[in-house]
């Protein structure tokens, strides 16, 4: 058997041209892989430092951090891919078709999802806030990023989607740190008006609780069927509410008593009229 030594060469020469071109090729790919991996690195923290100089909620922080980890990563693969010869037009086409798919079909979880971020990019309430939402009165346990978790005043566990909560009304009940405390209480007709307001505001002013550089507010609020209604209002700290109001509404009724002022409650005369028969 004849051996062609000018093929052999030929051959050789061209997997040596082939060699020398794509080991450059891999060996650049794999300088920019190294590279990218350091750059990445350093994004990272930059960004990380950023957020938590800006103080952004814990949970929030990592998962932010994980998706632009994620997101870089990706994209060093494509550009690696790309560089040693890899078509990657269609691997992003495909990428891009199964993205959308998956986004269709999770709409309501992308929805929870990006309330998620709003409420803790933004903090309308934090762990630890009393809140109204959705008819539910809580306090926030833990906000994650599909859903938000409430413990109600009676230790009920309440879990209402993020969704909801970023496009629907929110009430932070104490995050001020005051609240005011909203009374009335009624007296009858007969009763000395100026008599029941001297007497709701000693109450008020005896209580430790109620805040001293806060008005203190007594005003005949309205004409009622059966009662003149006085509308009292003293500030308190969010803490102490349900405490002053209870006791408000306890010591109002015994020292109404004691002074002879009447509550009233709704009465109604019934007049009977007998009718002859006619003979």
């Avoid at 999770?106 to 998620?116: D, E, I, V």
Wanted: aromatic content about 8%; hydrophobic content about 50%.
């Amino acid at each position: 058997m004849e051996i062609n030594i000018e093929k052999i060469e030929h051959y050789a020469q061209m997997l040596g041209e082939m060699g020398l071109t794509y080991g450059i090729q891999l060996l650049l790919a794999v300088v920019v892989y190294l590279v990218g991996n350091f750059i990445i690195k350093r994004i990272v923290k930059l960004v990380e430092i950023a957020l938590s100089k800006k103080k952004v909620e814990v949970t929030l922080h990592r998962f932010l951090l994980s998706i632009l980890t994620t997101v870089l990563k990706a994209i060093q693969i494509i550009v690696f891919a790309s560089m040693i010869g890899i078509e990657t037009a269609s691997l992003i086409a495909v990428l891009g078709a199964a993205g959308l798919a998956i986004g269709l079909a999770l709409q309501g979880s992308l929805a929870n999802f990006a309330g998620g971020v709003l409420i803790l990019l933004f903090r309308p309430f934090k762990n630890g806030d009393a809140i109204k939402a959705q008819g539910y009165v809580g306090v926030v346990e833990e906000i994650q990023i599909f859903n938000t978790i409430l413990k109600t005043f009676d230790n009920q566990r309440i879990i209402i989607p993020n969704g909801l909560l970023s496009n629907g009304c929110v009430t932070n009940i104490n995050v001020n740190g005051t609240r005011r405390v909203d009374m009335v209480f009624g007296i009858g007709y007969d009763d000395d008006i100026t008599q029941a307001k001297t007497l709701l505001r000693s109450l008020i002013e005896a209580d430790s609780r109620v805040l001293k550089d806060q008005a203190i507010d007594i005003w005949v609020g309205e004409h009622g069927d059966s009662s003149v209604n006085l509308f009292v209002r003293p500030w308190t700290t969010a803490e102490d509410y349900w405490g002053v109001y209870f006791d408000m509404m306890e010591n109002v009724k015994v020292e109404f008593d004691k002074a002879g002022i009447s509550i009233p409650y709704p009465q109604q005369d019934v007049h009977m009229h007998q009718v002859e028969s006619a003979k």
